[in-house]
């Protein structure tokens, strides 16, 4: 119990004590803030007496209101700075905007100008596209597009105009696109076109027979005279000479090989059959890289120049056969030349 009423006793006593202190504090901040007030409530005279006799003007006021009075005259200068610097900002942003605005339409003008040039293409390219197709008979399918029939441009440079600005530019750019995607299909017709040539080209005689398109023609097709006999004769194939032997001899059109040999006039020579009847024969070669019965590709070499059988010097005979005709092998040669 002694301690009990002990320790209540010390309670009682830190309590007091600390009743004491924030007694203390709040009497001081009374005394501060009365101090404070009393501070800036004193009374002040401003007189302003001026250089003539005129009356002396004299009016009073206090402390606070000449801070206050201060704290706001400085709140306005510096609303005054920042809101200048604001509208210096802005009339800089506006310049650059209106810098922008100027490229942007010098641009725009630019991109009309490419656009016109690409129009008067189109139009170009439509004139030439529908000459090539009549030429070989491909007909051009109308447009989905109504204002383009039969692919025609000339809807897209009509004196009346159907909007301004951009929205006519728009217009000229979709009549355009229709047009192109119309001429996709004759396009593509004359890739497949191109493409079955080239298989024909491919299977007929069309390339010059020695690689590189090297040598000339020693002698021709038809009536010549015979170089070692000196008696006129029927020359059923054409002379072509490099001046030396060794050169490689090409298949002039995709074929199958019918005939390797040797013959006393011919010499060393290869016939190939190709597709649509045609023969091709290559005599007087120095050798042959091919065998009977092979198949060979436009451009392969089959042999090289020499001067074996009748002959007067390295050369290549070559002959074009049609069934049982012998045609001038000159028709061929310049068709196309091989690599």
């Given at each position: 119990?002694?301690?009990?009423?002990?320790?209540?006793?010390?309670?009682?006593?830190?309590?007091?004590?600390?009743?004491?202190?924030?007694?203390?504090?709040?009497?001081?901040?009374?005394?501060?803030?009365?101090?404070?007030?009393?501070?800036?409530d004193r009374k002040l005279t401003i007189m302003i007496i001026p250089h003539t006799q005129e009356k002396v003007v004299n009016f009073q006021t206090n402390i606070f209101s000449i801070v206050t009075g201060f704290v706001l005259v400085i709140g306005l200068v510096c609303s005054f700075f920042y809101f200048n610097n604001?509208?210096?900002?802005?009339?800089?942003?506006?310049?650059r905007l209106k810098d922008?605005?100027?490229?942007?339409?010098?641009?725009?003008?630019e991109l009309r100008d490419e656009n016109n040039n690409l129009l008067q293409a189109a139009q170009r390219f439509q004139s030439s596209l529908s000459k090539s197709l009549s030429l070989i008979g491909i007909n051009q399918v109308s447009n989905t597009d109504t204002s383009i029939q039969n692919g025609d441009l000339s809807s897209l440079f009509s004196?009346?105009?159907?909007?301004?600005?951009?929205?006519?530019?728009?217009?000229?750019?979709?009549?355009?696109?229709?047009?192109?995607?119309?001429?996709?299909?004759?396009?593509?017709?004359?890739?497949?076109?191109?493409?079955?040539?080239?298989?024909?080209?491919?299977d007929t005689p069309s390339i010059w027979p020695i690689k590189g398109g090297i040598g000339h023609v020693s002698m021709t097709f038809g009536q010549n005279l015979h170089p070692i006999t000196g008696q006129w004769y029927i020359h059923k194939g054409i002379d072509l000479s490099t001046w030396r032997t060794g050169d490689s001899v090409l298949a002039t059109a995709n074929?199958?090989?019918v005939t390797v040999a040797y013959d006393p006039s011919f010499g060393n020579y290869v016939i190939i059959k190709h597709a649509y009847g045609y023969y091709t024969r290559y005599a007087h070669l120095k050798a042959s890289y091919v065998k009977k019965g092979q198949f060979v590709s436009q451009g392969e070499t089959i042999g090289a120049i020499g001067n074996t059988g009748i002959s007067t010097g390295p050369h290549l005979h070559y002959e074009v056969h049609i069934g049982s005709d012998v045609v001038d092998p000159a028709k061929y040669v310049n068709i196309k030349v091989s690599d």
């Open positions: 119990m002694a301690k009990t009423r002990q320790y209540k006793r010390f309670e009682k006593n830190l309590a007091q004590k600390f009743l004491g202190l924030f007694g203390k504090f709040f009497k001081l901040v009374k005394i501060c803030l009365v101090s404070i007030f009393r501070f800036f604001q509208s210096e900002s802005s009339l800089s942003e506006i310049a922008e605005n100027k490229t942007t339409l010098a641009n725009l003008d004196s009346e105009a159907k909007a301004q600005g951009s929205v006519t530019e728009t217009a000229d750019i979709r009549k355009l696109t229709s047009y192109l995607e119309g001429a996709v299909q004759p396009v593509e017709q004359i890739g497949k076109m191109l493409e079955t040539q080239g298989d024909i080209f491919a074929g199958q090989i």
